[in-house]
Nanobody
Framework: QVQLVESGGGLVQDGGSLRLSCAAS????????MGWFRQAPGQEREFVAH????????SYTDSVKGRFTISRDNAKNTLYLQMNSLKPEDTGVYYC???????????????WGQGTQVTVSS
């Protein structure tokens, strides 16, 4: 059974920073693409960023480019999201997820964490 546990969320002022972590167990994540998603109140969950199994390739949604950095430490089985220059519109529940197929960008995200709340005040 795969478990993903996010941490690091909280309340921060406009322009502040947070670092989210996602600790994985039950799967060797070094073989899988992982991603961060977020869901604002009353809205659907949206993609934020993803990273290849080696960490050598990343992609971001346009609204966070230049402000957020996704990274991973496969030795620690942990995924990170460094968020700088936070804005009120970044507020939401942030989820990490891992793909179901090894060494592939395609396919669905199979496992999800429970989420961590990020609130950015203006």
């Amino acid at each position: 059974q795969v478990q993903l546990v996010e941490s690091g969320g909280g309340l921060v002022q406009d322009g502040g920073s947070l670092r989210l972590s996602c600790a994985a167990s039950g799967r060797i994540i070094s073989r899988y693409v992982m991603g961060w998603f977020r869901q604002a109140p009353g809205q659907e969950r949206e993609f934020v960023a993803h990273i290849s199994w080696t960490g050598g390739s990343t992609s971001y949604t346009d609204s966070v480019k230049g402000r957020f950095t996704i990274s991973r430490d496969n030795a620690k089985n942990t995924l990170y999201l460094q968020m700088n220059s936070l804005k009120p519109e970044d507020t939401g529940v942030y989820y990490c997820a891992v793909k179901g197929s090894m060494f592939e960008w395609s396919g669905e995200y199979e496992y999800w964490g429970q989420g961590t709340q990020v609130t950015v005040s203006s």
